[in-house]
């Protein structure tokens, strides 16, 4: 079954060497008892506004994940993460130990009030991950995309996850933690961690009134994979917000964050062994705001 809601990376050159890393460290730190971890595909479209550019398909504890070399348009920043479950401490540690590498810890590894063995760090892509020992808590999905309203956008982390809930089909808020008193710049009662679930996928939101210098951008999307135009209709309307952002079926909601909507059958267009037809999906498609799935299927078949 196609997952609904995948994440799409935005990488510069990187792409095949970071879903090789991270295959190789969440299969050696797991094993394939919470899901199997491997490269599974890339396709490579030429003549893009970007030159040649290559999409590698990741699944990692069996979870796909989608990442790009595109060129250094945007970077990856802490406004989302992606927080990983452990069952135990070693996990956490040879997570962090290898994520560390050439890169920045924003909250070392150590004890903490919500968990006993937890760190929070950017990795040598700038790519942002919270490695977590859940102790005796169950753990509904290994590895969990985290976003963090800040700036302009911070308080709006309840609204949004209500937001979302209202767009999705198949969605439920669950836990929402908050702030107390004493914790300045954070507001009472603003959010710690709120959970919630699209499309049986979990995802969580956070407010931060810190002063940070990034926002969500277009490093990071999240593509809603469509089964038909009337899918594509309904979360182009319900989703988009910013005219301007619109392109290539990508589009940036009232919060700023990215999504694409992209419907399933492109998939297999794109990966098409013939190059003229890739070719012909690929110029088509970059002409386009929301996709249209019919002159899509047209200019593949030769029509």
Not at 14 to 39: C, H, M, N
Not at 68 to 91: D, I
Not at 210 to 232: T, Y
Request: proline share 4%; with cysteine; glycine share 8%.
């Amino acid at each position: 079954m196609t997952q609904k809601i995948t994440p799409f990376l935005w990488f510069d050159k990187e792409a095949r060497e970071a879903a090789i890393l991270y295959a190789s460290l969440f299969r050696a730190t797991f094993g394939a008892s919470q899901g199997e971890s491997k490269v599974k595909s890339g396709t490579e479209l030429d003549d893009t506004p970007s030159g040649t550019v290559e999409i590698v398909s990741l699944s990692l504890l069996g979870q796909d994940f989608s990442l790009m070399s595109a060129g250094p348009l945007f970077k990856f920043n802490p406004s989302v993460s992606f927080l990983v479950a452990c069952q135990a401490r070693e996990e956490v540690d040879a997570l962090w130990k290898e994520l560390s590498k050439s890169g920045k810890a924003l909250i070392e590894l150590g004890e903490y009030p919500f968990s006993p063995r937890n760190g929070w760090v950017l990795d040598r892509y700038g790519l942002s991950w919270q490695v977590m020992f859940m102790g005796d808590r169950p753990i509904e999905q290994n590895i969990t995309p985290v976003l963090m309203f800040v700036g302009m956008q911070c308080g709006k982390a309840e609204e949004a996850i209500g937001f979302y809930a209202s767009v999705f089909h198949d969605a439920r808020v669950g836990d929402i933690l908050r702030r107390g008193k004493g914790e300045e710049p954070d507001k009472e009662g603003s959010v710690r961690f709120g959970a919630f679930t699209l499309e049986n996928q979990v995802f969580a939101a956070m407010d931060s009134a810190h002063e940070h210098d990034f926002a969500f951008n277009e490093a990071i999307s999240f593509v809603v994979n469509c089964k038909n135009q009337e899918e594509i209709d309904y979360y182009w309307g319900k989703l988009s917000a910013d005219p301007k952002a619109e392109q290539c079926g990508w589009l940036k909601d009232k919060y700023g964050l990215s999504w694409q909507i992209v419907p399933t059958a492109m998939e297999e267009m794109l990966k098409d062994k013939d190059k003229k037809k890739v070719a012909r999906v690929t110029e088509a498609f970059l002409k386009m705001k929301k996709f249209d799935i019919a002159k899509l299927v047209q200019v593949y078949e030769g029509d």
